[in-house]
Nanobody, 125 residues
Framework: QVQLVESGGGLAQAGGSLRLSCAAS????????VAWFRQAPGKEREFVGS????????RYADFVKGRFTVSRDSAKNTVYLQMNNLKPEDTAVYYC??????????????????WGQGTQVTVSS
């Protein structure tokens, strides 16, 4: 069993930065690849980016390439989403999700085993 808790959301101005954290419980967290998703009001949830269980590989949605970075600190059982050059359209609830995946980096279509409760990110213009 893995529990995921997101933090770091809040209010930022356009062009600013935020770093989200996804803290996991459980000794087996290093068996899981982790992804970030977001959902804006009235819109479907969308994939943002993901990181392999080793942290060595990442994958991103086209709309965040060059602005967002996913990384993980295995010693801290934490995955991060560094968001730079934020835009008002980045406003959404951001969720992290974990998937058992020994090799590779999951995409948005993969079924995930665990989800966090989400953290709100609001970007003002």
């Amino acid at each position: 069993q893995v529990q995921l808790v997101e933090s770091g959301g809040g209010l930022a101005q356009a062009g600013g930065s935020l770093r989200l954290s996804c803290a996991a419980s459980g000794r087996t967290f290093n068996l899981y690849a982790v992804a970030w998703f977001r959902q804006a009001p009235g819109k479907e949830r969308e994939f943002v980016g993901s990181v392999s269980r080793s942290g060595g590989s990442t994958r991103y949605a086209d709309f965040v390439k060059g602005r967002f970075t996913v990384s993980r600190d295995s010693a801290k059982n934490t995955v991060y989403l560094q968001m730079n050059n934020l835009k008002p359209e980045d406003t959404a609830v951001y969720y992290c999700a974990a998937k058992t995946l020994l090799i590779g980096v999951p995409d948005g279509a993969a079924p995930y085993d665990y989800w966090g409760q989400g953290t709100q990110v609001t970007v003002s213009s």
